[in-house]
Nanobody
Framework: QLQLVESGGGLVQPGGSLRLSCAAS????????IGWFRQAPGKERERVSC?????????YYADSVKGRFTISRDNAKNTVYLQMNSLKPEDTAAYYC???????????????????WGQGTQVTVSS
């Protein structure tokens, strides 16, 4: 069974950090472009970051998180991470990872639909 599982969410104070994990089972994550999305109540889902497939995937960040979030892969662990620093209250949302099989030459920003989604992990930034 192909599955993505997110973890690492929680409650953090403004300025704090969290690292989200997206672990895959049933398939090799390095064959896939991975996107991190978030959705706050009453707001549309937003792609905050993505990484292309392969060992050295190219990365993309939304302007709202650029310089604060870092996406990375650990192919040995079949896991993609989202390191989130300098968190703000507006970062509060449910965060989801998604996977789409793509060739290494394809930029993750061109992926519009993803075949596999995790169940989400809640991030709350509040004092």
């Amino acid at each position: 069974q192909l599955q993505l599982v997110e973890s690492g969410g929680g409650l953090v104070q403004p300025g704090g950090s969290l690292r989200l994990s997206c672990a895959a089972s049933g398939f090799r994550l390095d064959y896939y472009a991975i996107g991190w999305f978030r959705q706050a109540p009453g707001k549309e889902r937003e792609r905050v970051s993505c990484i292309s497939s392969g060992d050295d995937g190219r990365q993309y960040y939304a302007d709202s998180v650029k310089g604060r979030f870092t996406i990375s892969r650990d192919n040995a662990k079949n896991t993609v991470y989202l390191q989130m620093n300098s968190l703000k209250p507006e970062d509060t949302a449910a965060y989801y990872c998604a996977a789409e099989r793509t060739p290494v030459t394809r930029r993750c920003t061109t992926v519009l639909e993803y075949d596999y989604w995790g169940q989400g992990t809640q991030v709350t930034v509040s004092s």
